[in-house]
């Protein structure tokens, strides 16, 4: 039983973000003529990301950073002015020492916020008679991106402009080994989404979203559910999800028995 964090488990779950962000960028890159103009460069342990028709921090971040990588924190910061975007550096508490957040901080980098990371060991959940039975959860089916799309963009205050770019950007995900995607019906309605990402055990909750009218009703909860089943059927040893800290998501995961392996902070160039 997986007691409290060790540094070598806040490693794993870390690396498991690192994966699927990075396997997430390759990916679309590979489309033809890489139209979101993404990049990925490695400077010692780190992983600098960069998209240039996607400006979210989540596309243009650094990951897997450790104190050993302190050197390389100029070059870093080179590869992102040359290309006109501000870095951010994700910081891990035990991986990064106090001379690597002097040097940002003397480069003009603030503290701008905090990012949750929990864990679960994969698990059947029993569900009693208060389940929603009005909710169903399937496997996204290929054709389905579209519909996937617009429930994410809806989800989260994007635009409908966007949702031909985020149907293509996550259906090149699809046939790549470890990605599975499920869509949720609430009374046989589309209402929500969740992706999960698997790889050397580990498994990732690694987005998800409702419509807002759908809201407030289990759907979430119950699309942990399904990927934390998913993963035990998949041998997993670990189940991570990320979020940002106390949001609705962070809710969701306690609520679902996730605990808190950390919470990292993000560090933003002024």
Not at 76 to 84: A, K, M, Q, S
Not at 168 to 191: C, H, Q, S, T
Not at 205 to 232: H, V
Request: proline share 4%.
């Amino acid at each position: 039983m997986l007691s409290i964090p060790s540094k070598q488990l806040i490693k794993e779950i870390e690396r498991s973000e690192v994966n699927y962000m990075y396997d997430r960028m390759l990916a679309i890159q590979s489309r033809i003529n890489n139209p979101e103009g993404i990049e990925v460069e490695q400077f010692g342990s780190s992983i600098a990301l960069y998209s240039k028709t996607m400006p979210w921090a989540a596309f243009n971040t650094v990951k897997g950073i450790t104190s050993a990588d302190i050197e390389h924190i100029d070059p870093i910061l080179d590869f992102y002015r040359t290309r006109e975007r501000k870095a951010q550096f994700e910081i891990v508490p035990s991986l990064v020492d106090q001379d690597y957040l002097r040097s940002l901080a003397g480069r003009g980098f603030y503290q701008s916020g905090f990012h949750s990371s929990l864990y679960i060991e994969p698990k059947e959940f029993k569900n009693d008679d208060s389940t929603n039975t009005n909710i169903t959860i399937q496997a996204l089916q290929e054709n389905q991106f579209v519909q996937y799309a617009t429930i994410h963009c809806r989800g989260t205050g994007l635009s409908d402009d966007g949702i031909p770019s985020v149907a293509a950007n996550n259906k090149v995900l699809y046939n790549r080994p470890g990605w599975k995607f499920f869509i949720a019906y609430m009374d046989e309605a589309p209402a929500a989404v969740g992706v999960m990402h698997m790889k050397d055990g580990i498994a990732s909750l690694t987005f998800a979203a409702t419509l807002p009218e759908f809201r407030n009703q289990g759907l979430q909860q119950r699309l942990i559910e399904k990927r934390i089943e998913e993963s035990l059927q998949h041998h997993c040893k670990l189940v991570v999800g990320q979020c940002a800290f106390l949001s609705q998501s962070h809710r969701n995961m306690e609520r679902m028995g996730m605990k808190v392996g950390y919470i990292r902070t993000s560090w933003t160039e002024k």
